[in-house]
T-cell receptor, first 115, second 116 residues
């Protein structure tokens, strides 16, 4: 099976712009989660989707949003970009509907740089 | 609140020697614990998990982890380290405060350096 894919891999944006990142989960996986990784804050949970519904959301401002499509693909959007949004954004998919006991498989990430 | 601590920023070990990367956790209910590894410019790779059962869990690439409930620890181990094991290792716990969710809470990560 193909792994989790994320596009684009690298992105450079200017403050104030918005950006959309895409994630395609492993075939058959219905749960998709997003994480932000920075040197200072480490790995932080953004949100989780299951069957097109947001199941959980982390402590991020409303500028961060996401959605999941009927084919389980997911997108996240960041509006009005700030310098502090520069990070590696990781998407992970999981097979279990329950979520709690199933491991998540991560994509390679999208490296976002805000200038 | 659930939390994970990795007390060592970096662990140095000689190739062929055993390695241990430490992790302690705090959860309100039953812990669901995971170890991931990250190589430069890559995403996280799943190594192993503890859900229930035997306290010694075996995972990928010869890694294993020992769950200790009384010490609330889940240390990652390998009997003989390889230079190729050099990477960033993350311990994570599933957030038991939110039912039916896969949300993971990660430790800050430990850099493992294996020297020839």
């Amino acid at each position: 099976k193909a792994g989790v894919t994320q596009t684009p891999r690298y992105l450079i944006k200017t403050r104030g712009q918005q950006v959309t990142l895409s994630c395609s989960p492993i075939s058959g996986h219905r749960s998709v989660s997003w994480y932000q990784q920075t040197p200072g804050q480490g790995l932080q949970f953004l949100f989780e989707y299951f069957s097109e519904t947001q199941r959980n959301k982390g402590n991020f401002p409303g500028r961060f949003s996401g959605r999941q499509f009927s084919n389980s693909r997911s997108e996240m959007n960041v509006s009005t970009l700030e310098l502090g949004d520069s990070a590696l954004y990781l998407c992970a998919s999981s097979s279990g509907a329950g979520g709690y006991s199933y491991e998540q498989y991560f994509g390679p990430g999208t490296r976002l740089t805000v200038t | 609140a659930q939390s994970v601590a990795q007390p060592e920023d970096q662990v140095n070990v000689a190739e062929g020697n055993p390695l241990t990367v430490k992790c302690t956790y705090s959860v309100s209910g039953n812990p669901y614990l995971f170890w991931y590894v990250q190589y430069p410019n890559r995403g996280l790779q799943f190594l192993l998990k503890y859900i229930t059962g035997d306290n010694l869990v075996k995972g990928s690439y010869g890694f294993e982890a020992e769950f200790n409930k009384s010490q609330t620890s889940f240390h990652l181990k390998k009997p003989s380290a390889l230079v190729s094991d050099s990477a960033l290792y993350f311990c994570a716990v599933r957030d038991g405060g939110s039912s039916n969710t896969g949300k993971l809470i990660f430790g800050q990560g430990t850099t493992l350096q294996v020297k020839p």
